[in-house]
């Protein structure tokens, strides 16, 4: 899918501890579907960008924008700049590498103007409700998410204690949903 073709709507978040090699869970999503590759050890990336490609998706490195651009594949940014390399990956886009999506994670107002600002394809407004990958941090909750997705000038997909419950609380124009443990295989 190309940066000008249809985002896909579910998404799949590695993590470096629970899930530190997606490639089953990402040949068991449906078709079209992308991921988002954090803490993915180099070696495995080449193989999950030609299966993202084979099954008509997207994958994007988590935060290390040469490594996307070798790849020709898109590039995540966490909430916090620690992203490395990506001026580079911002050139090639500019220039309009379509295979050059951008995404970006945000948990509040500040991580959503950075993304009007990058001109983000996607971002990744969360934590939408209570997770395992952060137990006990604030969520927020349908309500607070709808408000800050209207607010974000971009797509905008869920992520954050995403199952088939929580899913159905969230509003209608939500762009995607994401998730590591509901999709881990």
Known sequence: M?????????WLFSDPARLPDP?????ALPRGS???ARGVHAPLLPRLVRLARRRGGVLLVGGHGRAALRLRAGLHLPDRPTTSELLP???ARRRG????VLSAAAHGPAGLRRARRLAADLVFLSPAFPT?????APVLGPLRWAALARRAGR???ALGGITPATAGRLPRGVAGLAAITALMR
């Open 2 to 10: 190309a940066r000008r073709g249809i985002m896909p709507r579910l």
């Open 23 to 27: 490639h089953a869970a990402l040949a």
């Open 34 to 36: 992308g991921a988002v």
């Open 89 to 91: 990956f911002l050139i």
């Open 97 to 100: 590498a379509a295979w050059a």
């Open 132 to 136: 395992p990958s952060h137990p006990g």
């Open 155 to 157: 797509p905008c997909a």
